[in-house]
């Protein structure tokens, strides 16, 4: 039986659930959350900010924990921790409750995304990694597309946010379900990736693409700063109505699919050393056009930013991994992952503080500098990596 075939839509419906739903899902209920959970952007911000450390603890824990329960247990209690945030996030009767739950989400879905791609690339040869990292990230926007209209329609009345996440929990509990009737890789091969990842060596090998992981923190700097803050910059700051909001996520959950699927097409022949340079690009346009006022504007903007939002780790992480030695592979693919979210971290925290001094519209030049500074790096990096290559 051909494992990777049935593991590969199960990881493509965990992304979907554990990021599509479950993280940036909450810039899309943000305004409704804020309006019955009162209080400052800087504080919503920090709540995604610990959301997002609690996923690189889970990520960081998920060789140990893989080491012991292999793929088919972590993937399977993850996503019911997953269901069991989403139910008791509903409940939340403060903002410190709702910071809690989320810290717990991030932890599941931590274990939750490692488990899936690990596994499903585990059920592939190598040579395939790349076009199986682009499918399965897709699943990010398919989640992302599915909820857009159950964000519009939570801003209609008080308390319907709850509503959404009681329901989001649904599919997660079903994901778990159908993981204990997929073949997953024998334990034996979970026990053994999970021992090789020695975060030092990654390091070590990666010291010439400082520029690559500066660029990739900077992306996750102003991605995430979008998602967070974009649909409560339309709604509040450009009087945006329910149906342009609808459209807004749907057109960044679209674009985002259209990124990923043409991101091999990206790592081929000649467009390969110009790939991160293009994705990070793409966004500050999508950064510069959200300047404009407008609906327009803003739905241009989220098409632009979505075409690079899953596109970019995928090429940043098959740049970090071919990069090092081949049993470094894992190592290289958590620093790169730290890198990121170190950025992501950064973004939410920082911005909700300007926010509540300069207003909701000064995101959009943060969310501007992020990409720009990114492509600036990203740039260096394929200088570098051209001077070093000419010189070897």
């Given at each position: 039986?051909?494992?990777?075939?049935?593991i590969?839509?199960?990881?493509?419906?965990?992304?979907?659930?554990?990021?599509?739903?479950t993280?940036?899902?909450?810039?899309?209920?943000l305004?409704?959350?804020?309006?019955?959970?009162?209080?400052?952007?800087g504080?919503y911000?920090?709540?995604?900010?610990?959301?997002?450390?609690?996923y690189?603890?889970?990520s960081?824990l998920?060789?140990?924990?893989?080491?012991?329960?292999?793929?088919?247990?972590?993937?399977?209690?993850?996503?019911?921790?997953?269901?069991l945030?989403?139910?008791?996030?509903?409940?939340?009767?403060?903002?410190?409750?709702?910071?809690?739950?989320r810290?717990?989400?991030?932890?599941?879905?931590?274990?939750?995304v490692?488990?899936?791609?690990?596994?499903?690339?585990e059920?592939?040869?190598?040579?395939?990694?790349?076009?199986?990292?682009?499918?399965?990230w897709?699943?990010?926007?398919?989640?992302?597309?599915?909820?857009?209209?159950a964000?519009?329609?939570?801003?209609e009345?008080?308390?319907?946010?709850?509503?959404?996440?009681?329901v989001?929990?649904?599919?997660a509990?079903?994901?778990?379900?159908?993981?204990?009737?997929?073949?997953?890789?024998?334990?034996?091969?979970?026990?053994?990736?999970?021992?090789?990842?020695?975060?030092i060596?990654?390091l070590?090998?990666?010291?010439?693409?400082?520029?690559?992981?500066?660029?990739?923190?900077?992306?996750?700097?102003?991605?995430f700063?979008?998602?967070?803050?974009?649909l409560?910059?339309?709604?509040?700051?450009?009087?945006?109505?329910?149906?342009s909001?609808?459209?807004?996520?749907?057109?960044?959950?679209?674009?985002?699919?259209?990124?990923s699927?043409?991101?091999?097409?990206l790592?081929?022949?000649?467009?390969?050393?110009?790939?991160?340079?293009?994705?990070?690009?793409i966004?500050?346009?999508g950064?510069?056009?959200?300047?404009?006022t407008?609906?327009?504007?803003?739905?241009?903007?989220?098409?632009l930013?979505?075409l690079g939002?899953?596109?970019a780790?995928?090429?940043?992480?098959?740049?970090?991994?071919?990069?090092v030695d081949a049993?470094?592979?894992?190592?290289?693919?958590?620093?790169?992952?730290?890198?990121?979210?170190?950025?992501?971290?950064?973004?939410?925290?920082?911005?909700?503080?300007?926010?509540?001094?300069?207003?909701?519209?000064?995101?959009?030049?943060?969310?501007?500098?992020?990409?720009?500074?990114?492509?600036?790096?990203?740039k260096?990096?394929?200088?570098?990596?051209?001077?070093?290559?000419q010189?070897?």
């Amino acid at each position: 039986m051909n494992t990777g075939r049935l593991i590969l839509p199960l990881a493509a419906a965990a992304l979907a659930v554990d990021i599509g739903v479950t993280r940036l899902g909450f810039g899309l209920t943000l305004p409704a959350m804020k309006a019955e959970l009162p209080g400052t952007f800087g504080l919503y911000g920090m709540i995604a900010t610990l959301h997002l450390g609690s996923y690189l603890v889970g990520s960081m824990l998920a060789p140990l924990v893989l080491r012991r329960l292999g793929w088919r247990s972590v993937f399977v209690w993850a996503h019911l921790l997953v269901a069991l945030g989403l139910v008791v996030q509903a409940q939340a009767a403060s903002v410190e409750m709702l910071a809690a739950v989320r810290v717990f989400l991030g932890l599941s879905t931590g274990l939750g995304v490692l488990s899936a791609l690990g596994a499903s690339l585990e059920s592939v040869e190598p040579r395939r990694w790349m076009l199986v990292s682009a499918v399965i990230w897709t699943g990010v926007a398919l989640g992302m597309v599915i909820s857009a209209p159950a964000g519009s329609w939570a801003l209609e009345q008080t308390g319907r946010w709850r509503t959404v996440s009681m329901v989001c929990a649904a599919p997660a509990l079903v994901i778990a379900v159908l993981a204990g009737l997929v073949p997953f890789p024998p334990y034996a091969a979970a026990r053994a990736g999970a021992h090789k990842v020695r975060m030092i060596d990654g390091l070590r090998q990666l010291r010439d693409s400082t520029y690559l992981l500066v660029a990739y923190a900077l992306y996750g700097f102003a991605y995430f700063v979008y998602a967070t803050f974009a649909l409560t910059r339309l709604v509040q700051g450009l009087a945006g109505t329910l149906t342009s909001a609808a459209w807004l996520w749907t057109a960044f959950g679209v674009t985002a699919a259209v990124g990923s699927l043409a991101m091999p097409l990206l790592m081929r022949g000649r467009l390969r050393p110009h790939a991160m340079t293009a994705t990070v690009a793409i966004g500050a346009l999508g950064a510069l056009a959200s300047l404009g006022t407008g609906n327009g504007f803003a739905i241009a903007s989220a098409m632009l930013v979505g075409l690079g939002l899953t596109a970019a780790p995928a090429v940043a992480s098959a740049y970090a991994r071919e990069r090092v030695d081949a049993d470094v592979g894992p190592s290289a693919l958590a620093v790169a992952t730290i890198a990121c979210a170190a950025g992501q971290m950064a973004g939410p925290v920082l911005t909700g503080v300007v926010i509540d001094v300069f207003g909701i519209e000064s995101m959009a030049v943060l969310v501007l500098v992020g990409y720009a500074l990114a492509t600036v790096f990203a740039k260096l990096d394929q200088l570098h990596q051209m001077r070093m290559h000419q010189s070897s």
